[in-house]
């Protein structure tokens, strides 16, 4: 009786898997899409900005630094804003507690969606082989249960059963790429917060001196 109700789920289910999978799928494209176009556009700016930040400092142009701190599009902007407010006002003490508290500030937005990119990148293949079970178990079932059934019928459901787990790799495997490629985006762009911390002790020797 209870094997009878087992089978039962499994048939409801089986189709069942696909459908999760492949909604999980769609919303695993829109978040690699946000944060292509997201973080690639931060790290366009973070690159263009150190180049920047790298000429002012060689030509001692401290206005170039003050017009790079009035740029709010880029986070190294930000932070030097920041961080050059925190020198007229107090001096070089504390400006890096205050730059790791930018930082500490930044990084969810930065890293958005990527958790449940990896998330998904390392439970759908489990997904997909729950599926695959719950086929096979069909298909076996179907075979004890029907008169006529044979071979064929079998073959059937098996490879109808692998799909599944067809379908939970390609799910896995684009998120697993891309949340490590925008980790490496991340780490770059955080990293660029530290040359500004270091630019801003310099710019401080500069207008001290």
Do not use: W
């Not at 909604?23 to 700016?45: T, Y």
């Not at 017009?67 to 804003?81: I, K, Q």
């Amino acid at each position: 009786m209870l094997n009878d109700k087992i089978f039962a789920i499994a048939t409801l289910l089986d189709q069942g898997v696909l459908y999760i999978l492949i909604a999980l799928s769609i919303v695993s494209i829109g978040m690699i899409l946000e944060r292509f176009f997201a973080l690639n556009r931060a790290s366009r700016e973070s690159q263009n900005m150190r180049k920047r930040l790298r000429m002012a400092l060689q030509s001692h142009s401290l206005d170039e630094v003050e017009a790079l701190a009035r740029n709010p599009e880029a986070l190294e902007g930000r932070a030097l804003a920041m961080g050059i407010k925190h020198i007229k006002d107090n001096g070089v003490a504390g400006l890096e507690e205050i730059f790791n508290s930018f930082a500490l500030n930044e990084r969810p937005e930065l890293e958005r969606y990527l958790n449940f990119l990896a998330t998904i990148g390392s439970n759908a293949p489990y997904i997909g082989l729950l599926g695959t079970v719950l086929g096979i178990m069909k298909a076996f079932h179907d075979l004890a249960t029907a008169a006529e059934a044979g071979q064929q019928t079998v073959m059937a459901g098996i490879s109808s059963a692998l799909i599944a787990t067809a379908t939970g790799l390609f799910v896995a495997i684009p998120a697993v790429v891309f949340y490590n490629y925008y980790q490496r985006q991340v780490r770059g762009i955080l990293s660029n917060l530290d040359s500004v911390k270091e630019f801003c002790l310099a710019y401080a020797k500069i207008k001290k001196g």
